[in-house]
């Protein structure tokens, strides 16, 4: 215990010191909710080339390569479409809101019917209140939910999805009841909250939410309180919404079973992927816990077929821009004048993208297939494997 303490100690010190920027390195700001109107979206002529519009922050610094890969990506999907009428149109919005805008004006004025991007949630907002008076929908890279609505859409997995997608699972399982432990900044808060919402609607009781400070002893003291606590309210599992790399993690999954939160009797779930933290294996607390993640022969398939092209492997964001140009394809092949509208690209029975299948929602969130995976003998175990469409288990 005391070498994983002592190499959370630095850790926990430089992120509690860090930007709120920062801590949302995966997550976007909460910013005011999307008040453009409520676009359809434009007609079109399947017959004809159909101009989209790729809103990448190429010029900004610290997300060039990023936007890079996106628009890689996105050349990917529609190399894939063989014969498609997709017109790519790549506007820089330098990481900028008042730029997103205007670049978002300005690929309408160019003919675009659709815009792929922007990359973070503020950027998107700006874009989407922009063209929302001419019927111009707006598919961002975003993950934030609360930004979501009207004529813009969110591709981004959210915290929702995969709460809901283990909260299920858990039901099935035959746990009744939840312990919360999250950090106090803003992810922990919205994953907290995502949690909520999922036991509600899948009817399991949380029966306490233990929050912690971003220091060593606020980590450390909320994990030796979980024993008691899930003792004290008869908490069959036990759900952290901390991000897997982030320092408290193994804090967290070493203490808790030391005090009394054993994983033989109290189920273990985590919110983020811990395969991308392979080190958490042979943390007590991660013994026979369960995660999530996308179907998985279909990412390595996407990240080989992008790196026989480009020679490189792709950003782990550059999937959602694949993902966008295959649902506008998808549509598009159909031959409807109307693929580009909310009807259409909220079809039930969703598309196939990088990760498997996903739909997008009436209200401008997603919805992603999901795999079910656990921790056994320090290797990652695929419970419940990530449904193949929409009518099957797992949603």
């Known amino acids: 215990m005391f070498a994983v303490l002592t190499r959370a100690r630095k850790a926990l010190r430089i992120t509690a010191l860090a930007t709120t920027a920062t801590l949302l390195a995966a997550c976007d700001m909460p910013v005011m909710t999307n008040t453009g109107g409520s676009a359809s979206g434009p007609s079109v002529d399947p017959g004809a080339p159909v101009r989209v519009a790729l809103l990448v922050p190429q010029s900004d610094p610290g997300a060039a390569s990023i936007a890079r890969d996106l628009e890689n990506a996105a050349r990917l999907a529609i190399a894939d479409l063989g014969d498609s009428n997709i017109e790519l149109a790549v506007y820089d919005t330098a990481g900028s809101p008042a730029a997103a805008g205007a670049q978002a004006q300005r690929a309408v004025d160019e003919g675009a019917r659709i815009i792929l991007g922007p990359l973070r949630g503020e950027v ?36 929702e999805n995969t709460a809901d997608r283990l909260m299920a699972y858990a039901k099935r399982q035959g746990r009744s009841s939840v312990a919360i432990v999250s950090s106090d900044d803003v992810p922990g808060q919205f994953g907290k909250i995502a949690v ?23 980590v450390t003291g909320t994990a030796q309180s979980m024993g008691s606590i899930v003792a004290d309210t008869g908490a069959d599992s036990v759900f952290v919404t901390t991000d897997a790399t982030n320092a408290a993690m193994p804090v967290l999954l070493q203490i808790m079973p030391e005090n009394g939160v054993s994983p033989s009797e109290v189920q273990y779930i985590g919110l983020t992927r811990w395969d991308v933290k392979p080190e958490l294996f042979s943390m007590p607390g991660a ?20 790196a026989a092209r480009y020679g490189s492997a792709p950003h782990p964001l550059s999937g959602l821009a694949f993902d966008g140009i295959a649902a506008i394809g998808a549509l598009l092949e159909q031959g409807r004048s109307d693929a580009l509208t909310a009807g259409a690209l909220t079809q039930s029975a969703g598309f196939q993208g990088t990760g498997g299948v996903f739909r997008l929602r009436p209200d401008g969130t997603n919805q992603r297939g999901l795999a079910v995976a656990t921790v056994r003998n320090n290797q990652m175990v695929i419970l419940d494997p990530a449904p193949a469409s929409f009518s099957g288990a797992g949603f």
Do not use: H
Request: no cysteine; aromatic share 10%.
């Open 124 to 159: 998107a907002v700006e874009a989407s209140k922009m063209v929302a008076d001419e019927g111009v929908n707006v598919l961002s890279f975003s993950n934030n939910a609360s930004i979501a609505g009207g004529n813009l859409y969110i591709l981004g997995p959210t915290f």
């Open 196 to 218: 909520e919402r999922a036991a509600a609607r899948n009817g399991v009781r949380v029966a306490a939410s233990q929050t912690y400070p971003l220091t060593l002893e606020g």
């Open 287 to 306: 013994q026979g816990a369960w995660f999530t993640l996308p179907n998985q022969s279909m990412q390595t398939s996407f990240t080989q077929r992008y």
